[in-house]
């Protein structure tokens, strides 16, 4: 029996408004306290009075052409001034240090946000994931809004670095002590938890915190992350946005939940021991009607592919008796039968397997878009798209139609997708959280916001 056919009844999560929790900003940018050869090159741009969002991207193998080319493409008329915020999404096998001294030279003046991308990057062209190194961009010009990048490395403590690195995004933005409409992330794998709660540490907790953890292409640690003043590869790097247009972003799995849970038991960070008191992986193996890997008498044993779409998922919240689920993936198998995460299980939560398919996943990433224009209650400027580097790479081949849902959904609106090792986005409770297998969508609108002068 495969492993499609042993998971049981499930309930799919089919009313994105009640699964994930809107929000649309009001406040203003004021804030509050607290193919060629070479490759193919295009561009989007939508615009409204003071604010324009263009995307490019390209494959180019020369790393200089690239970027000269992809500035040429967002500057067609040679406009002398580089955008307020400018993020670069790569595959992990265009090199990190080429790419961004050429960046900084080229885009001189811009605030810089770059993270690699597993295999590369999701455009309304489609995916962008044969040759592993593909370059996007999504640049933002706004006139009267206020936009600002900080990074810091991890080294001992990671909480801390993020709130460093919030701090001098703030200051680079020049809104120092205030909170953004939305915080772009970037974090190394590993510990992001502890990377929203620094972020918190600076702009509070209800301040919309979205991002995507940075990936490679294989799963061996060559992800990477930059600013305009250098990269890393144990990073976090924190771009505030004050943009003067609406915003909106939504945050789901697209994974339905099936007949079989549990609760954590012995767990310690992202290690879980047991599920009520039994030996985790035989529990998952019993829940998938045989297991999709063994147990190795030593070592452990990576089973990021094997489990990409029977992850577990954690109940978060519910609403109207909904519940929204976080996902957390299997990585590793332990010869103890413990098994590693991408995130942290605490004891006690409450567990379920989930079930996911490519063809629900295609269609729900498309209904996440849309919705996010229902609630923007305007045509879309742009969009900032996350979708799950494992998730993406068990179901390879349908990535071009979740491209071609989403650009459907968004009205033709430029928009860059990122592909990651780790999501953060905003739960029901309003607060941020970090998952796996997760997407997210987060879009910019054409109205500017009330109290805005044109």
């Given at each position: 029996?495969?492993?499609?056919?042993?998971?049981?009844?499930?309930?799919?999560?089919?009313?994105?408004?009640?699964?994930?929790?809107?929000?649309?900003?009001?406040?203003?940018?004021?804030?509050?306290?607290?193919?060629?050869?070479?490759?193919?090159?295009?561009?989007?741009?939508?615009?409204?009075?003071?604010?324009?969002?263009?995307?490019?991207?390209?494959?180019?193998?020369?790393?200089?052409?690239?970027?000269?080319?992809?500035?040429?493409?967002?500057?067609?008329?040679?406009?002398?001034?580089?955008?307020?915020?400018?993020?670069?999404?790569?595959?992990?096998?265009?090199?990190?240090?080429?790419?961004?001294?050429?960046?900084?030279?080229?885009?001189?003046?811009?605030?810089?946000?770059?993270?690699?991308?597993?295999?590369?990057?999701?455009?309304?062209?489609?995916?962008?994931?044969?040759?592993?190194d593909s370059v996007g961009a999504l640049a933002i010009w706004d006139s009267g809004g206020a936009y600002g990048t900080g990074r810091s490395r991890f080294l001992s403590n990671p909480r801390q670095a993020a709130a460093a690195a919030t701090r001098t995004a703030l200051e680079n933005a020049g809104r120092v002590g205030e909170a953004p409409e939305l915080v772009w992330l970037t974090s190394a794998p590993g510990h992001e938890e502890a990377v929203l709660d620094g972020i918190r540490d600076v702009v509070g907790h209800a301040t919309l915190i979205v991002g995507a953890s940075s990936a490679d292409n294989d799963v061996t640690g060559n992800w990477s992350q930059f600013d305009k003043d250098g990269t890393a590869t144990d990073s976090v790097v924190v771009s505030v946005l004050f943009p003067t247009v609406r915003l909106t972003s939504r945050f789901d799995s697209g994974y339905a939940s099936?007949?079989?849970?549990?609760?954590?038991?012995?767990?310690?960070?992202?290690?879980?021991?047991?599920?009520?008191?039994?030996?985790?992986?035989?529990?998952?193996?019993?829940?998938?009607?045989?297991?999709?890997?063994?147990?190795?008498?030593?070592?452990?044993?990576?089973?990021?592919?094997?489990?990409?779409?029977?992850?577990?998922?954690?109940?978060?919240?519910?609403?109207?008796?909904v519940p929204f689920y976080l996902l957390a993936h299997p990585a590793l198998v332990q010869p103890d039968g413990s098994i590693e995460f991408f995130c942290t299980i605490e004891n006690g939560d409450e567990l379920r397997l989930m079930n996911g398919a490519p063809d629900t996943l295609v269609r729900v990433t498309g209904d996440l878009a849309k919705t996010c224009i229902d609630d923007l209650e305007s045509p879309a400027a742009g969009a900032l798209v996350v979708f799950c580097g494992g998730t993406m790479m068990a179901m390879r081949e349908s990535m071009n139609e979740v491209c071609r849902q989403i650009t459907n959904a968004l009205g033709d609106a430029p928009f860059l997708g990122v592909l990651s090792f780790g999501e953060q986005g905003e739960m029901l409770d309003g607060t941020a959280g970090h998952g796996n297998l997760m997407i997210s969508c987060t879009t910019f609108g054409n109205a500017r916001l009330w109290g805005m002068d044109p």
């Amino acid at each position: 029996m495969g492993l499609s056919d042993s998971l049981g009844p499930t309930t799919f999560q089919t009313d994105l408004r009640r699964n994930s929790r809107p929000r649309v900003s009001e406040r203003g940018c004021s804030g509050h306290e607290a193919s060629d050869a070479f490759g193919e090159v295009t561009a989007r741009s939508r615009s409204s009075t003071g604010f324009t969002i263009n995307t490019a991207n390209s494959a180019r193998r020369d790393t200089r052409q690239a970027v000269q080319e992809i500035f040429s493409t967002l500057c067609p008329d040679g406009r002398g001034s580089a955008p307020d915020l400018l993020l670069l999404a790569y595959g992990a096998d265009r090199p990190v240090e080429d790419l961004h001294n050429c960046a900084r030279e080229v885009f001189a003046g811009a605030q810089l946000h770059g993270s690699s991308s597993c295999l590369g990057v999701l455009t309304h062209q489609g995916a962008l994931i044969d040759t592993g190194d593909s370059v996007g961009a999504l640049a933002i010009w706004d006139s009267g809004g206020a936009y600002g990048t900080g990074r810091s490395r991890f080294l001992s403590n990671p909480r801390q670095a993020a709130a460093a690195a919030t701090r001098t995004a703030l200051e680079n933005a020049g809104r120092v002590g205030e909170a953004p409409e939305l915080v772009w992330l970037t974090s190394a794998p590993g510990h992001e938890e502890a990377v929203l709660d620094g972020i918190r540490d600076v702009v509070g907790h209800a301040t919309l915190i979205v991002g995507a953890s940075s990936a490679d292409n294989d799963v061996t640690g060559n992800w990477s992350q930059f600013d305009k003043d250098g990269t890393a590869t144990d990073s976090v790097v924190v771009s505030v946005l004050f943009p003067t247009v609406r915003l909106t972003s939504r945050f789901d799995s697209g994974y339905a939940s099936t007949q079989y849970g549990g609760r954590a038991t012995a767990a310690e960070g992202r290690k879980l021991g047991f599920i009520d008191d039994r030996p985790a992986a035989s529990v998952y193996a019993e829940w998938v009607g045989g297991a999709p890997f063994e147990i190795p008498s030593s070592g452990q044993d990576s089973v990021l592919s094997k489990t990409a779409m029977a992850p577990l998922g954690r109940v978060i919240a519910t609403h109207d008796d909904v519940p929204f689920y976080l996902l957390a993936h299997p990585a590793l198998v332990q010869p103890d039968g413990s098994i590693e995460f991408f995130c942290t299980i605490e004891n006690g939560d409450e567990l379920r397997l989930m079930n996911g398919a490519p063809d629900t996943l295609v269609r729900v990433t498309g209904d996440l878009a849309k919705t996010c224009i229902d609630d923007l209650e305007s045509p879309a400027a742009g969009a900032l798209v996350v979708f799950c580097g494992g998730t993406m790479m068990a179901m390879r081949e349908s990535m071009n139609e979740v491209c071609r849902q989403i650009t459907n959904a968004l009205g033709d609106a430029p928009f860059l997708g990122v592909l990651s090792f780790g999501e953060q986005g905003e739960m029901l409770d309003g607060t941020a959280g970090h998952g796996n297998l997760m997407i997210s969508c987060t879009t910019f609108g054409n109205a500017r916001l009330w109290g805005m002068d044109p």
